[in-house]
């Protein structure tokens, strides 16, 4: 519905929903100003003040200032209320004659603090032509004052282009970040995998020794965590091989900066920004000249003031040298696979965080080879250089959020280890650039007066979660210190699949809306399908047009100031076809009752993903696949393979065979102690391959009794049938059963478990969860209870044992969403 303006004001008259917003911010203002009762003064008492657009300083420091000195901020103009608006400069054209509204200048504030008294406004009008009446706010603030936009809807305007462009590099860095994960755990897998720079370094170090450490590695506890990303990626790679570019500004962009002004309503959707709360920097708001945005600048060109993600327009009025490059992304993905292969030839213990970008556990790596950790990171960029063109930096700690924080330090083209006090180097780092600190935390400590990590130590944890709620109080408390237990996940899962189109959303009516659902369910499809995988959960995310916001935007086909709706729906069964996953949708859309022509963005995603069996459970889909396989052609996994980013199946397949003898049996204890989930999915795959199962459970037994009795028939007998299969039969037993036994004799040796072994034992078995090696875990736990309970083990065995299975339950939970069904026969000693 579009909004009435019944009288001059606008702002009074928004309805419940704007009136909402209004007090909410309002209160929040109130809570703030009493965080400061006892240290502010009283300057301001009676004056408030409203802040319009741009202004320096800052609309939050403005209102950080109205609390210290007893004034009030209003986050909308209030007429009659108001006595100020702040503002550092408005367009003349939208200027009328007022009726008394005082337009004043932010240096008013700042000057009347530093007077300690306050001035005479008059000298700070921000129109010199307003000493007695001043200008009219209405054109400002009045949307129906100012000219409607023009829409321009179709394809062949130059624009539309643009905006697939800017649309298809954010698909194309997403699709990176996922092959470059898939990457790492193919690689993983790969038994053949070799590390050639061990013994490189190893005799690197034999010939120069260690120029750092003064004792050697092993005796270090603590991690190592390597941070690498390459620097400004998108114009490195696209210099890489024009000599000439060296040294220039460049800005990667797919426009040259010629482009007309579009003709939105620009100024009235900052307003809308602003309204809600969002402080627009100066870039943001002047410049229109150019909407194409820059993906990725130089650093010549960031020391004029460009930043990565600024317009064109403005970045070339900061740089008026600045050299636009277009996109490469066959480049970008060739550099990308070599940066991967270049670290994987000294570790896998790797974290894919995007094409440019991971973190590396080199705890063993330097342990192994007796390197300094800034060696290691001086020998690796050497190499990234020399074989990609392109520099990168490198940061080092003792954990991910260290790591990332030194790499900031690091940039561009060097490495720096946080070692010495990280909670002192904190200090000074922005709370900004904290995990998780985004924009709206990030505003809210502001209004605290919070700006430095140094700043948030001050609070107590009590504080900082009664403000936050306990979980991200209690992780900005670590944080802001340099503590992040966050372990580095080196087998990622796809957690979910989507498809997001927020441009170019115009519909006249519903059918219109349903045939663009019909088509982005397909596209969904192919994606979700693509991976081989289902969803068990489908969620449809709209952007709807807010009811403040200018029916066209300032960025042609833009989505403009939306408020979001998501809704999910899960699903007894999972679904990967177009038609299951669109008539979801339409379900879901259909109990929103939301204007079709209100819509300007739309999304759909599936979550809880599960493969055929692959993902949920792989141990049991490789089983599966295998004796499939047994019926037919004999399983021979292959030796030797070549490992590129289709390689997965190759590689899941030669793991068959270790896999499917641990899963020998699916008995009835292994299905009973799984979540209901991967139950449902066992038992579907089991009815689709029953005569398969039939078979194989005929021939072979239990990993488990394999352990128990140490001899075992059926391996012989499996022997005779296929070769490969026995030896991996043999690694597995030989695995279990060595893992049995240091069980047992650490349980059974120790008056007291250290903790330093438990987590060893707790982290192994969380990293079989991840791999989804869930019968081995259950063996582990099976032993861990029995050696406790027979050795008659004191209470504090007991608890090890218990802490141990907490923590195997919270990782199943956030790998599988459940819990594995033990607890009642463990409980007991
Ligand atoms: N919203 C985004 C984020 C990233 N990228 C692209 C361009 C970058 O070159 C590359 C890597 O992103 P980074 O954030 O690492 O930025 P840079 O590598 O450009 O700069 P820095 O040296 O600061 O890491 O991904 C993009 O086009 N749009």
């Not at 060296?246 to 307003?271: C, D, F, L, S």
């Not at 102690?673 to 991967?678: G, H, T, Y």
């Not at 989804?772 to 209870?785: A, G, N, S, T």
Request: aromatic share 8%.
């Amino acid at each position: 519905m579009r909004r009435k303006h019944e009288d001059s004001n606008g702002f009074e008259h928004w309805g419940g929903y704007m009136e909402m917003k209004k007090q909410k911010l309002q209160e929040q203002f109130v809570k703030d100003a009493a965080l400061y009762q006892d240290e502010k003064d009283e300057l301001f008492k009676g004056i408030s003040v409203f802040v319009n657009g741009y202004s320096d300083p800052p609309a939050d420091e403005i209102r950080n200032l109205m609390i210290q000195h007893g004034g009030i901020y209003h986050h909308y103009y209030r007429s009659g209320k108001t006595t100020y608006v702040i503002a550092s400069n408005l367009p003349d054209s939208k200027i009328k004659q007022t009726q008394g509204i005082k337009f004043v200048k932010p240096s008013w504030i700042v000057d009347c603090i530093r007077e300690k008294k306050i001035l005479d406004y008059r000298d700070y009008l921000l129109y010199t032509n307003q000493s007695k009446t001043q200008p009219s706010i209405k054109g400002l603030f009045s949307p129906q004052k100012v000219d409607s936009t023009k829409v321009a809807k179709t394809a062949s305007d130059e624009r539309f282009l643009s905006e697939f462009y800017n649309n298809s590099r954010l698909h194309h860095i997403s699709t990176m970040g996922s092959i470059f994960k898939q990457y790492v755990n193919d690689l993983r897998l790969d038994k053949d995998h070799r590390y050639p720079g061990i013994n490189e370094l190893k005799t690197y170090i034999s010939s120069t020794g260690n120029l750092e450490l003064e004792e050697p590695l092993e005796a270090i506890s603590s991690k190592v965590i390597m941070h690498i990303d390459m620097d400004c990626f998108f114009v490195s790679v696209g210099i890489r091989n024009r000599p000439e570019l060296k040294g220039v500004p460049i800005a990667v962009t797919h426009a040259k900066g010629n482009r007309p002004q579009p003709n939105g309503n620009v100024k009235k959707e900052i307003e809308a920004y602003q309204n809600r709360g969002y402080h627009f920097d100066k870039d943001k708001i002047n410049e229109m000249d150019s909407m194409a945005e820059v993906a990725s600048c130089s650093y010549e060109a960031r020391a004029a003031g460009v930043k990565n993600g600024m317009f064109l327009g403005q970045a070339l009025k900061l740089c008026p040298s600045l050299k636009p490059i277009p996109y490469d992304f066959d480049s970008y993905k060739e550099v990308s696979f070599d940066l991967y292969n270049t670290v994987a030839r000294y570790t896998l213990d790797i974290e894919a965080v995007s094409c440019d970008e991971m973190y590396v556990d080199c705890t063993e790596l330097l342990r192994t080879t007796n390197i300094s950790p800034l060696q290691f990171a001086q020998i690796l960029r050497d190499e990234v250089k020399r074989k990609t063109k392109c520099p990168c930096s490198v940061g080092l700690g003792a954990n991910r959020l260290q790591a990332r924080i030194a790499t900031k330090k690091a940039k561009p083209d060097g490495q720096f280890h946080l070692q010495d006090d990280p909670e002192r180097f904190f200090e000074n780092i922005p709370v900004s650039d904290l995990p998780g600190v985004g924009y709206s935390t990030s505003y809210k400590l502001k209004s605290f007066g919070i700006r430095s990590c140094g700043d948030l130590q001050k609070l107590s944890l009590e504080k900082l979660q009664s403000e936050f709620g306990n979980k991200l109080g209690m992780t900005l408390f670590k944080n802001c210190r340099g503590i992040d237990e966050k372990e580095l996940i080196f087998n990622q899962v796809r957690k979910s699949v989507s498809a997001d189109v927020n441009y170019g959303i115009r519909f006249k009516n519903d059918s219109e809306r349903d045939a663009f659902l019909k088509q982005l369910s397909e596209e969904v499809a192919q994606r979700v399908q693509a991976i081989k995988m289902k969803g068990k959960c489908i969620t449809l995310k709209l952007m709807v047009r807010s009811k403040d916001a200018p029916e066209e935007t300032a960025k042609y086909m833009g989505h403009g100031v939306c408020d979001n709706v998501t809704k999910s729906s899960s699903l007894s069964s999972a679904i990967s076809d177009a038609p299951s996953i669109n008539r979801e949708v339409l379900k879901i859309i259909s109990k929103l009752n939301i204007d079709a022509k209100e819509l300007r963005g739309i999304g759909i995603q599936l979550t809880r993903l599960e493969g055929a069996l692959e993902n949920k459970n792989s141990v049991l889909m490789k089983f599966l696949e295998t004796n499939k396989q047994e019926t037919g052609d004999k399983v021979v996994p292959s030796k030797k393979k070549e490992i590129s980013t289709s390689s997965l199946n190759k590689n899941s397949f030669q793991r068959n065979s270790v896999i499917d003898l641990s899963l020998s049996q699916v008995d009835q204890s292994f299905l009973k102690a799984m979540p209901k989930d991967i139950q449902e999915e066992i038992m579907m795959s089991l009815k689709n391959t029953k005569k398969v199962k039939n078979d194989f459970f005929k021939k072979r037994s239990s990993p488990i009794k394999r352990i128990e009795t140490k001899e075992d028939e059926s391996t012989k007998e499996s022997a005779s049938e296929n070769s490969n299969v026995v030896e991996d039969t043999f690694n597995n037993y030989i695995s279990l059963g060595g893992l049995k036994n240091l069980l047992e004799e650490w349980v059974s040796s120790e008056e007291v478990p250290l903790a330093k072994d438990l987590t060893l034992i707790i982290n192994y078995l969380k990293e079989l969860i991840t791999k989804r090696y869930l019968q081995e875990l259950l063996v582990i736990l099976k032993y861990f209870h029995r050696f406790v309970r027979s050795y008659k083990k004191s209470d504090q065995w007991k608890n090890a044992f218990l802490s141990t299975l907490n923590s195997v339950q919270e990782k199943m939970v956030e790998v599988f969403k459940g819990t594995l069904a033990i607890e009642e026969e463990y409980a007991h000693f």
